[in-house]
């Protein structure tokens, strides 16, 4: 069985994954030693960045055995595509402007729905294999 569907989210997270670890980096560069454990961008940085790797490895290794059990394809893109809208949704909406926490609020209640509607699928196949 080939695993077709879950590589363009895997590839898009992955580029996110980089960005993500970039804007720690430039932070770390920033504060240069002093003040990493104070200074709130650094921060929030490494936060976003720590939500991103907590989440994002589950969620996609749920896609790829739903995909080799055969989930129909309009559900592996919808599961996808909602997981990389959850993220950027999380990862912008942590930054401190008006309206952000609302974003990121959403944000991490789509990467649970996903995870969960996932998570289920697999359930789901399991018990359709043992009938």
């Given at each position: 069985?080939?695993?077709?569907?879950?590589?363009?989210?895997?590839?898009?997270?992955?580029?996110?994954?980089?960005?993500?670890?970039?804007?720690?980096?430039?932070?770390?560069?920033?504060?240069?030693g002093?003040?990493?454990?104070?200074?709130?961008?650094m921060?929030?940085?490494?936060?976003?960045?720590?939500?991103?790797?907590?989440?994002?490895?589950?969620?996609?290794?749920?896609?790829?055995?739903?995909?080799?059990?055969?989930?129909?394809?309009?559900?592996?893109?919808?599961?996808?595509?909602?997981?990389?809208?959850?993220?950027?949704?999380?990862?912008?909406?942590s930054?401190?402007?008006?309206?952000?926490?609302?974003?990121?609020?959403?944000?991490?209640?789509?990467?649970?729905?996903?995870?969960?509607?996932?998570?289920?699928?697999?359930?789901?196949?399991?018990?359709?294999?043992?009938?």
């Amino acid at each position: 069985m080939t695993i077709h569907t879950t590589l363009i989210y895997a590839g898009l997270l992955g580029l996110l994954l980089v960005v993500l670890s970039f804007n720690v980096m430039q932070n770390w560069v920033r504060v240069t030693g002093k003040g990493l454990e104070t200074d709130r961008g650094m921060r929030r940085a490494e936060r976003i960045l720590s939500s991103f790797v907590e989440y994002v490895p589950l969620a996609l290794i749920l896609l790829v055995l739903i995909e080799m059990r055969g989930a129909p394809i309009v559900i592996l893109h919808t599961l996808g595509s909602a997981l990389v809208a959850a993220r950027l949704m999380h990862a912008y909406g942590s930054n401190p402007f008006q309206g952000a926490g609302i974003m990121r609020f959403f944000g991490a209640q789509l990467t649970f729905i996903v995870l969960a509607t996932a998570s289920m699928a697999c359930v789901f196949y399991y018990g359709l294999s043992r009938v």
